[in-house]
């Protein structure tokens, strides 16, 4: 956790020094809006990319490590404290939706209006703030023995002691010592534990594409309405309407951990309330709604621009409020708390002892493999739509465009891989509760 923050911190200060970078002012342009556009040099631009792929591989560190030993902390032998654990999932989820949402709304201000270097600057000096808070606490936290087997053995390590305990049974089936037949049953079955999880893992993939929308096409959708609010015209940046879904994660969690739980609890006699299948599947079900809900504003927002004579104007705005376009955000901002946090729940809880982090990096896996289908997708539909002169579905000019038809097809996608989520997590059988924590 300590050394992935520290490059965290190295990653943001060197993301606020790339954007200081100035370039010779004979080079610069005036923009349409008035702006001033400089090219970089391909030094300047090496530097920033650097810095973001720094960002990345401290982020794959940091998110699941601090997550684990979060939940580490909750004594699963206890009956109380293991049923707490199941809290501190949504209540984290919590903390992260509402200082993201403070992020997006202010950063999203400063950087299109103040300083790109001040955007970058802030986070910085905020994660340096996190590292002194969290080594404050170093002398209060609890230590558990991270293994399952007292040697601290890898992951790679016991896939390769469960190959060997399988190749030392007998024809009979038999295991070679009774103490070792013992040992090897159990990293065997460990093992095939982790083997169970692929197909729950493999049919979230593609929830991971519908994460990857609200950043990218939802917020190009965004910048072509009418974002004006009040009487005094203030607009909204468009990537600050993911404070929509921000808000909506918040509320979702505080409703679901106050008022669903205890509900459900009550009906079906389970601790949780729902299985964290049951959670992971409500939530692909949201994310359909909210996808066809896209579509359908962008169908809206497509007429509206041809009512309008602004099919061949890519930067007028489209005579449409910036309202019609909050339901997509506040839908999948509730399928959020419900996939995102039953994925870490389950994922983390369905791990070996010693392997929590990695139950939780497995999550975030889906995310950013979801993140790599998006882009290979977007990229195969404008290569196969732009064929024989025609138009993008996914063009520059979004009023040309059709991205309903991308929507829909993501949606369709999903609905395919909520069916294909529902046989597996039919027949998956829960590993039983440990009596130690790693």
């Given at each position: 956790i300590v050394a992935s923050s520290v490059l965290y911190i190295t990653g943001l200060g060197m993301l606020a020094l790339s954007s200081m970078f100035s370039s010779p002012s004979e080079q610069c342009k005036l923009t349409a809006d008035g702006r001033q556009a400089c090219p970089r040099s391909s030094l300047q631009t090496a530097f920033f990319y650097v810095s973001l792929y720094l960002v990345a591989i401290a982020q794959s560190g940091h998110k699941p490590c601090v997550q684990a030993f979060g939940a580490d902390q909750f004594d699963a032998t206890d009956p109380a404290e293991s049923l707490a654990r199941g809290s501190?999932?949504?209540w984290w989820y919590f903390g992260i939706c509402g200082s993201a949402t403070v992020t997006i709304a202010l950063m999203s201000y400063v950087q299109d209006n103040v300083s790109w270097?001040?955007?970058f600057g802030v986070p910085c000096v905020v994660m340096v703030l996190a590292l002194a808070v969290f080594l404050l606490g170093t002398k209060t936290?609890?230590?558990?023995?991270?293994?399952?087997?007292?040697?601290?053995?890898?992951?790679?390590?016991?896939?390769v002691e469960a190959f060997r305990a399988s190749r030392k049974r007998s024809p009979e089936g038999g295991e070679h010592g009774h103490g070792d037949g013992v040992e090897n049953?159990?990293?065997?079955?460990?093992?095939r534990g982790l083997a169970r999880l692929f197909p729950i893992w493999a049919t979230c993939l593609l929830y991971g594409v519908v994460f990857a929308q609200p950043p990218t096409l939802f917020t190009k959708q965004a910048a072509t309405m009418d974002r004006r609010v009040g009487s005094s015209g203030f607009?909204?940046?468009?990537?600050?309407?993911?404070?929509?879904m921000g808000i909506s994660m918040i509320t979702c969690v505080a409703l679901y951990d106050r008022v669903l739980v205890p509900v459900a609890r009550r009906v079906s006699g389970a601790p949780l309330g729902i299985t964290m299948l049951q959670r992971i599947g409500t939530g692909m079900v949201l994310a359909v709604a909210a996808l066809v809900v896209a579509a359908l504003v962008e169908m809206r927002r497509l007429s509206t621009a041809v009512d309008a004579g602004l099919v061949d104007l890519p930067?007028?705005?489209?005579?449409m409020s910036l309202w019609w376009i909050m339901p997509q955000y506040v839908l999948l901002g509730a399928a959020d708390v419900f996939t995102m946090v039953g994925m870490q729940e389950f994922?983390?809880?369905?791990?070996?002892?010693?392997?929590?982090?990695?139950?939780?990096?497995?999550?975030?896996?889906?995310?950013?493999v979801g993140s790599f289908i998006s882009s290979f997708l977007i990229s195969a539909i404008d290569g196969a739509t732009r064929r024989g002169g025609g138009t993008s579905w996914i063009a520059d000019n979004l009023n040309r465009g059709h991205l309903d038809y991308f929507y829909v097809l993501i949606a369709a996608l999903t609905a395919l891989e909520l069916l294909a989520f529902l046989y597996f997590s039919g027949s998956y059988v829960y590993k039983r509760k440990a009596v130690s924590v790693h």
């Open positions: 501190f999932f949504n270097g001040i955007g936290y609890r230590f558990y023995d991270n293994s399952g087997d007292g040697k601290g053995a890898g992951v790679f390590s016991r896939v049953a159990a990293i065997v079955e460990e093992v607009q909204i940046p468009p990537a600050a309407l993911q404070c929509f930067d007028a705005v489209v005579p994922f983390y809880d369905q791990m070996p002892g010693a392997l929590k982090s990695l139950g939780l990096a497995l999550y975030l896996s889906v995310l950013g």
